[in-house]
């Protein structure tokens, strides 16, 4: 069964930086891409970063240059660094694991940045 189990979110001032974690499944976690998607106020689900199994990333262009996914294999934890934030950045942050038998989502974590 796949499990992705986020953390890290708060409330946080304009400008400042939060960690998100995403603990997933071992079964799944080294051989597949993950990623992170958010869901603000009123507005459809987006992907914002995404890492494959070796490394590569790419970001959404709200993000990119701000934020940072990375992964620990040893520790099957995938992680969304987000700097400079903005309140437009506010958003319940999801987890997903992309696997050949479909697309998987944590519960998600709330994000809230006040100005």
């Known amino acids: 069964q796949v499990r992705l189990v986020e953390s890290g979110g708060g409330l946080v001032q304009a400008g400042g930086s939060l960690r998100l974690s995403c603990a997933a499944s071992?079964?799944?976690?080294?051989?597949?891409?993950m990623g992170w998607g958010r869901q603000g106020p009123g507005k459809q689900r987006e992907l914002v970063a995404r890492?494959?199994?070796?490394?590569?990333?790419n970001y959404a262009d709200s993000v990119k240059g701000r934020f940072t996914i990375s992964r620990d294999n040893n520790k099957n934890t995938v992680y969304l660094q987000m700097n400079s934030l903005k309140p437009e950045d506010t958003a319940v942050y999801y987890c997903?694991?992309?696997?050949?038998?479909?697309?998987?989502w944590g519960q998600g974590t709330q994000v809230t940045v006040s100005s």
């Open positions: 997903a694991g992309f696997l050949l038998s479909g697309d998987y």
């Open positions: 071992g079964s799944i976690f080294s051989r597949n891409a």
């Open positions: 890492i494959t199994s070796g490394g590569s990333t």
